[in-house]
């Protein structure tokens, strides 16, 4: 029912800058709490950042804290994922996901839609 697309990722060096973009089918978005999440070769998946239905509630992984910034825009049915200052540890697929019922949370298993994912590769 619901489809997301991520777009934006690819190759940068240490201490560069991507944006990430979701966006998502149907005229419903504006309802869905929205996370990004992202998962490295051989490592568990992780939560990232989320943001609540109207963007007044955003929460950030503490390893991203003051370099990530998420946000989205209703009217285009997108949310975005702003990277700056990237690290080689940030190098990971990098998912966003939907929960269509119920409040923003950080929790993976409580989202309901996944996108197929955008590779992040940091160079050191």
């Known amino acids: 029912q619901v489809q997301l697309v991520e777009s934006g990722g690819g190759l940068v060096q240490a201490g560069g800058s991507l944006r990430l973009s979701c966006a998502a089918s149907g005229r419903t978005f504006s309802s869905y709490a929205m996370g990004w999440f992202r998962q490295a070769p051989g490592k568990e998946r992780e939560f990232v950042a989320a943001?609540?239905?109207?963007?007044?509630?955003?929460y950030y992984a503490d390893s991203v804290k003051g370099r990530f910034t998420i946000s989205r825009d209703n009217a285009k049915n997108t949310v975005y994922l702003q990277m700056n200052s990237l690290k080689p540890e940030d190098t990971a697929v990098y998912y966003c996901a939907a929960r269509t019922l119920g409040l923003v949370t950080t929790n993976a298993n409580e989202y309901d839609y996944w996108g197929q994912g955008t590779q992040v590769t940091v160079s050191s």
């Open positions: 943001i609540s239905r109207s963007g007044s509630g955003i």
